[in-house]
């Protein structure tokens, strides 16, 4: 997700969504505070949120980047 500057929160996902997702990458998203619980990522990469907080459970970590 690029560039969504009035996104605040990710809401009403249910970790069975996006059964193939497996990379998710953030930029520019200045209000976004966190990721909803979704099945665990292999790679999650995180530029210019400055909001953002954590990655909910069920996310791994080590395969964060900020």
């Given at each position: 997700?690029?560039?969504?500057?009035d996104?605040?929160?990710?809401?009403r996902?249910?970790?069975?969504?996006f059964p193939?997702?497996?990379?998710?990458y953030l930029?520019?998203?200045?209000?976004?505070?966190?990721?909803?619980?979704?099945?665990p990522l292999?790679k999650i990469k995180?530029f210019d949120?400055?909001?953002?907080?954590h990655?909910?459970?069920g996310q791994r970590?080590?395969?964060?980047e900020l």
């Open positions: 997700m690029w560039h969504m500057n996104l605040e929160t990710w809401a996902c249910k970790s069975s969504d193939v997702l497996k990379e998710i930029s520019g998203c200045k209000k976004l505070k966190n990721l909803p619980k979704m099945r292999v995180i949120c400055p909001k953002f907080s990655v909910r459970e970590e080590q395969n964060l």
